[in-house]
């Protein structure tokens, strides 16, 4: 790596994988964390997802951070620690990045692989970023692994991954981010907007089947790294809006009645049932800006496409539910202890 280029392993351990998959496949209504979908294979579908005409998030997205990322980093401010939060492929960032001007850009995704490969190339187009990629779940409590200068921290969290959780999990999130960043931190973070299911489910059900080889993929990372024995021709993919809960729900539909083995265990499905594998939520403007609210953040700018598919907001961090987190500040890394258990 060069000078320019820092990388901290904070992996989750496959034992971690293991039981968190061994306990989403006892429940009644069995589930698999979305979070394993980014192996290298997976993260290489996502891209490709991210191309598809159906799939208006990312181009939306980028074409809003385009118009409007000097004002965005007119609010958030420059020469900042800017983490951000499931990185993937880097590409948004580039669009901020002479904007933003960080003094160091530390980009945390849970794919190693990719994140090495994002990284790198990176570097080349910007070779004076100091760039530190942290390897970690971010989805649990993690260490920030440098501080700079007690300088001011920022926070770019695209891609609307905060719809992945459900609100109070979302909150909770939001609310460590937050630690992280400390008070007057800000924070940019994607959003999509609720709109016509129909324009919905054509993004997750796309006619070239990238989107269920990417659902379907999940089962064979499971099958390749805790020797499991999935049928990956036994179970199709299913997307829907669900517009009760305001989300798309993914599922991974055994289509017929069979066992899998896993670690030693046997695990039966019925024709017909489902392992819930992602939400993504959708939210309005005002129902966003009430959950950062209560995670202890205030709206300070929302920035929108001309048809109101896709929200960026900046969020400043102002303080967070004490009963749920504490923060320790030790020779400048944050570290994070639950004072609660969720």
């Not at 979908?37 to 998030?57: H, V, W």
Request: proline share 4%; hydrophobic share 40%; aromatic share 10%.
């Amino acid at each position: 790596m060069s000078a320019r280029l820092r990388f901290t392993d904070l992996h989750p351990q496959p034992a971690d994988m293991r039981a968190e998959v061994i306990t989403g496949l006892s429940r009644r209504r069995k589930q698999l964390p979305s979070k394993y979908f980014y192996d290298r294979c997976g993260s290489r579908l996502f891209d490709a997802i991210t191309e598809l005409p159906e799939y208006y998030p990312t181009r939306t997205e980028i074409g809003i951070l385009e118009r409007y990322g000097n004002e965005m980093a007119d609010l958030v401010g420059r020469e900042a620690l800017l983490v951000e939060l499931g990185s993937g492929s880097s590409y948004k960032i580039r669009v901020l990045l002479q904007a933003l001007k960080p003094a160091v850009y530390m980009p945390v995704d849970i794919s190693r692989e990719h994140l090495l490969a994002s990284v790198a190339s990176l570097a080349q187009s910007f070779d004076e970023l100091e760039i530190h990629a942290v390897c970690a779940d971010y989805s649990a409590p993690f260490a920030l692994p440098l501080d700079v200068n007690g300088g001011v921290h920022a926070a770019f969290f695209p891609s609307s991954s905060i719809g992945n959780f459900d609100p109070d999990e979302g909150r909770q999130l939001l609310e460590r981010i937050g630690i992280l960043l400390g008070a007057g931190g800000k924070l940019l973070i994607g959003v999509d907007l609720i709109k016509d299911a129909s324009m919905l489910n054509a993004a997750y059900n796309d006619t070239r089947g990238i989107t269920a080889d990417f659902n379907t993929n999940l089962l064979r990372r499971i099958n390749r790294e805790l020797n499991a024995n999935f049928n990956l021709e036994a179970f199709r993919h299913e997307a829907y809006y669900n517009s009760v809960e305001q989300r798309i729900e993914m599922h991974l539909v055994s289509v017929a009645d069979q066992q899998v083995s896993l670690a030693g265990k046997r695990f039966s499905f019925r024709e017909g049932e489902s392992i819930h594998t992602e939400n993504s939520y959708k939210y309005s403007i005002e129902g966003f800006h009430a959950l950062a609210g209560e995670a202890g953040y205030e709206a300070k700018r929302v920035w929108t496409d001309p048809d109101d598919l896709f929200s960026v907001h900046c969020l400043r961090f102002v303080g967070s539910s004490p009963e749920l987190f504490g923060a320790v500040w030790r020779t400048g890394r944050v570290a994070l202890r639950r004072t609660k258990a969720r």
